[in-house]
């Protein structure tokens, strides 16, 4: 009776130690039987009537390992045999760290030290009862199964309470709770003393490096010292350096730096006057000058940059202005700072005009300029300043108004009306410029006005803002105005072939012509407080053009006299030497020069100067020098015809028939 009492609650008990474990092993997700520690599980003893049974449990897996990861896989090689240990006594057991027990590589957790009496069923491993050789066997899970009610595996917990069942005599000598308490405070007390640790070295750990610092410092004494001597000599050195730089007040230095830009008729400051310049030629020569010599001629400060292929287009041009006007005129190129164009960029640019032109400018250049910049300022370019004989800056002008002819006027009389002054450009993005009338309480307008200073040329668009129109044609040649307005006149047909009415005047056909000056170019401004389309708006563009020079286009097809052009291959003065491209054919030079010129350009001149068509039959590749005497363009059509001809280019009146564009005057149209 006493046997069966303690047998039934020894096995209640069972049970419950066995429930609480499945429980905790279930709530962790991984079997951590005494305390989640990442190294291994403590072992769990449990002991019989016969003897101490030991299950010890190795865990090689980490704290983060779900129950189902925990199973092992299945092993192929059999369990070793392990000692009865049944009889042995508690202080005769090994300690968890005994290096002689093996921990099999195919499962995370093993049985190492049982009793025969039964049979125990360990993770990944069963043992049968009988044996001293364990024999696994393959008791894994599916992903999908609760590994303690898994089919293929009894559950840990759940295979211990069967086991204690069979043993019957089986006592619990050492309870878990009581173990994993004393661990648990254990582990606490630990992580207090870890803590306290830490705290104490944050604290130390600035104080002990400044003490350090201190201690390198002072051992370290003499390179200090050296270090302070040096810094002294520094700030003497400096001291000194920037008094030498301080300019003396006789210098001038201090003038210069107060500069401001100059006005129109404003003297050239003495300061400037005794500047040094040093001139650099192309060719790699470098000359040092004062201002101060070039006093007493007509400067002209031609601002140019790499960047600018019509600067540097230009330089023929100023070179003739240059040799024309030996020692009246002394032109200088000058390249600003703000350009960044340095040495090599600069030797780069030229060389490619060398290979294709065999050109080399002979004209000095001032580089990395900024006294001449910011006396004169200017933001486009090419930009002429210009100094007179008597040293007053006149203006900034443009390059094309830079003739013989103007030039040679201003040295007769000093008056600079004839050049164009040229201020700071209001429109450098050409965009949302601003209408040439004033808008605002108007309801409609259409102007047709000359050239507008200080502004770039305006593509036509309409722009459209708050239920307003705005049209604008800017600063276009005549000749591009028309051919805007009447594009299906012009279409496919060369300015040679146009055709004038008898009764349009001279004056006209030279403003046709006229690629050059200003006096050639227009401003149109349609506003309209409504929405237009850009045909509409170009409609009245039309009629503004007709309004203002009562001419208007058509295109005819028909037979109408001519001139045909030949080449005079015998005689092939007119072929090119090459050389820059030159187009200097204004009236007061004293010699109009077209070089490596296009025919079709040589030919569009010829048109200008001639009272008929002229056409071209051959090859229109070929490239022309061509130099004209001065007086040419007052030449009588005979005269002209005849001086072209000493040069291998031939005239001869014929007819032409086909189609061209036909300029008419309003009041009196003509059909042919």
């Known amino acids: 009776m006493y046997f069966k009492g303690t047998s039934i609650r020894l096995k209640k008990r069972c049970k419950i130690s066995a429930q609480n474990l499945i429980k905790k092993a279930d709530y962790s997700g991984s079997l951590r039987l005494l305390f989640e520690d990442r190294s291994t599980l403590r072992r769990t003893r449990v002991a019989s009537s016969s003897g101490t049974l030991r299950l010890l449990f190795d865990c090689a897996s980490g704290g983060s390992r779900s129950v189902r990861e925990a199973l092992p896989k299945p092993s192929r090689r059999s369990a070793k045999p392990v000692s009865n240990m049944s009889r042995r006594s508690l202080e005769a057991e090994p300690k968890g760290s005994r290096r002689g027990e093996e921990v099999s590589p195919s499962s995370d957790f093993c049985l190492t030290n049982f009793a025969p009496a039964s049979a125990f069923h360990a993770i990944g491993i069963e043992f049968s009862s009988g044996s001293h050789r364990a024999t696994p066997i393959k008791t894994r899970c599916r992903p999908d199964e609760n590994p303690i009610k898994c ?81 002294l000599f520094l700030c003497l050195v400096s001291m000194f350096s920037l008094s030498a730089q301080t300019p003396r007040k006789d210098s001038g230095a201090d003038v210069l730096s107060s500069l401001v830009a100059l006005k129109p008729g404003d003297k050239i400051p003495d300061a400037v006057w005794d500047q040094p310049l040093e001139l650099n030629y192309f060719n790699g020569k470098k000359k040092t000058i004062k201002f101060a010599d070039l006093k007493g001629k007509l400067i002209l400060l031609d601002f140019w940059s790499t960047g600018c292929p019509s600067c540097i287009e230009g330089i023929p041009d100023m070179e003739l202005i240059q040799q024309r006007f030996k020692n009246k005129v ?77 030039i040679q006027d201003f040295l007769k009389t000093g008056v600079s009306s004839r050049f164009i002054e040229k201020s700071e450009i209001k429109n450098t993005a050409r965009i949302n410029t601003q209408p040439l009338v004033d808008t605002t309480g108007l309801l409609f307008c259409s102007v047709m006005a000359g050239y507008r200073e200080n502004y770039l040329g305006v593509y036509p668009a309409v722009s459209y803002s708050k239920g307003s129109s705005l049209f604008q044609v800017g600063n276009y040649f005549l000749n591009t105005c028309y051919q805007l307005a009447f594009p299906d006149a012009f279409k496919g047909v060369q300015s040679s072939l146009f055709v004038f009415d008898d009764q349009i005047n001279k004056e006209f056909i030279n403003l046709i012509y006229d690629f050059k000056t200003t006096k050639g170019q227009f401003w149109y401004q349609l506003y309209l407080r409504d929405s237009i389309t850009q045909e509409l708006a170009f409609d009245y563009f039309r009629n503004a053009l007709i309004q203002r020079f009562n001419v208007a286009i058509e295109r005819k097809n028909g037979v109408v006299a001519a001139y045909a052009l030949s080449l005079d291959v015998s005689r092939p003065l007119w072929k090119t030497k090459g050389g820059m491209y030159m187009n200097s054919v204004d009236k007061g030079n004293e010699s109009l020069i077209m070089q490596n010129m296009p025919l079709n350009g040589v030919i569009g001149f010829i048109r200008s100067v001639l009272d008929k068509p002229v056409i071209f039959e051959g090859k229109s590749a070929e490239r022309i020098d061509l130099r004209l005497p001065g007086n040419f363009l007052d030449l009588s059509i005979k005269e002209k015809i005849a001086a072209l001809e000493q040069h291998g280019i031939r005239l001869t009146p014929t007819q032409y028939n086909g189609e061209y564009p036909y300029f008419y005057t309003v009041s009196t149209k003509h059909t042919k």
């Open 151 to 231: 089919k293929n595996s009894a559950g840990i917990a759940q295979k211990m309470v069967e086991d204690f069942q069979q043993v019957g005599d089986a006592r619990l000598t050492y309870g878990v709770e009581s173990e994993r308490s004393v661990l648990r405070f254990f582990k606490s007390i630990c992580k207090v003393l870890v803590f306290r640790a830490n705290t104490l070295l944050g604290l130390i750990g600035p104080v002990v490096q400044r003490a350090l610092k201190c201690l390198l410092f002072v051992a370290d004494y003499k390179r200090a010292y050296r270090m302070v001597l040096s810094c």
């Open 330 to 406: 002394q032109v200088v190129m000058v390249n600003s700072k703000r350009n960044k164009d340095t040495p090599e960029r600069i030797k780069k640019r030229f060389k490619k005009y060398k290979e294709d032109f065999n050109y080399t400018p002979v004209l000095p250049t001032i580089l990395n300029d900024t006294l001449f910049t910011s006396l004169f300022p200017h933001n486009t370019l090419p930009t002429i300043g210009i100094i007179n004989p008597e040293g007053e800056f006149v203006l900034n002008s443009y390059a094309s108004s830079i003739t013989e002819d103007i």
